[in-house]
């Protein structure tokens, strides 16, 4: 079993940074490929960004190319999502997830979901 807890949502404004991470734990992350998802009220859970067990592979769903960076360090345990040009369309809630296969940006193919960090971008 994998734990995820997700960091460092909060109360940002347009045009501003925020920094998420994500801290597993159970086992190591460093053969799973993770992603970060997010969820609006009234809108399906939705990929942002995806990023393979080497950190080889990477994916960014359109809307976020350019503005965001994903990472991990295996060694930690820990992936991060490095958010930048905040826009009032990006608040939501942002999920960590874990999946077995090694890369995937498919949100049916994850196993594990941490409970989520919540993103506002005030305008």
């Known amino acids: 079993q994998v734990q995820l807890v997700e960091y460092g949502g909060g109360l940002v404004q347009t045009g501003g940074s925020l920094r998420l991470s994500c801290a597993a734990s159970?086992?190591?992350?460093?053969?799973?490929?993770m992603g970060w998802f997010r969820q609006a009220p009234g809108k399906d859970r939705e990929v942002v960004a995806t990023?393979?067990?080497?950190?080889?592979?990477?994916y960014y769903a359109d809307p976020v190319k350019g503005r965001f960076t994903i990472s991990r360090e295996n060694a930690r345990n820990t992936v991060y999502l490095q958010m930048n040009s905040l826009k009032p369309e990006d608040a939501a809630t942002y999920f960590c997830?874990?999946?077995?296969?090694?890369?995937?940006?498919?949100?049916?193919?994850?196993?594990?979901w941490g409970r989520g960090t919540q993103v506002t971008v005030s305008s």
């Open positions: 159970g086992r190591s992350i460093s053969s799973y490929g």
């Open positions: 997830a874990a999946s077995r296969r090694l890369y995937s940006s498919v949100p049916s193919e994850y196993d594990y």
């Open positions: 990023i393979g067990s080497k950190s080889i592979t990477t």
